[in-house]
C-alpha cells in the first residue's frame, strides 16, 4: 500500500510564501508523476503543477511565475513552493502520485493525500 503524506500548509498573509511537502510511502518501484491540486469551496478540483520523473513540469496559469515544483526521486517527494500569495490561493491542496508501480512490469495505480489547507489571509 502506498500512502502519500503531506506537510506545510497553514494561514499565511497576502504577498507571503508557503512550501508544502508531500512524501510517498509503501513499496515503490517508480513512479511516472507527482503533482499538486487545490479545491475550494464551493469549486472543483483543479490542477495547479505537475512533475514527471523527467522533470518535465506543468503549471496552471493562474500560478505560473509564482509557484514551482520540485521533486526529489530518491525520496518519492515532492515540494511545492508558493510565492507572493494571493487570496484565490485559498484551498485544500492535494498531492497526487500518478502511475505508481510496486515492480517493473506490474500494473499502476493513481495515489491521493488526504489534503493539507492553505489559507491566504489578512
Known amino acids: 500500500q502506498v500512502q502519500l503524506v503531506e506537510s506545510g500548509g497553514g494561514l499565511v498573509q497576502p504577498g507571503g510564501s508557503l512550501r508544502l511537502s508531500c512524501a510517498a510511502s509503501?513499496?515503490?518501484?517508480?513512479?511516472?508523476?507527482m503533482g499538486w491540486y487545490r479545491q475550494a469551496p464551493g469549486k472543483q478540483r483543479e490542477l495547479v503543477a505537475a512533475?514527471?520523473?523527467?522533470?518535465?513540469?506543468n503549471y496552471a496559469d493562474s500560478v505560473k511565475g509564482r509557484f514551482t515544483i520540485s521533486r526529489d526521486n530518491a525520496k518519492n517527494t515532492v515540494y511545492l513552493q508558493m510565492n507572493s500569495l494571493k487570496p484565490e490561493d485559498t484551498a485544500v491542496y492535494f498531492c497526487?502520485?500518478?502511475?505508481?508501480?510496486?515492480?517493473?512490469?506490474?500494473?499502476?495505480?493513481?495515489?491521493w493525500g488526504q489534503g493539507t489547507q492553505v489559507t491566504v489571509s489578512s
Open positions: 509503501g513499496r515503490i518501484f517508480s513512479i511516472y508523476a
Open positions: 497526487n502520485a500518478q502511475r505508481v508501480r510496486v515492480g517493473l512490469s506490474t500494473p499502476y495505480y493513481d495515489y
Open positions: 512533475i514527471t520523473s523527467g522533470d518535465s513540469t
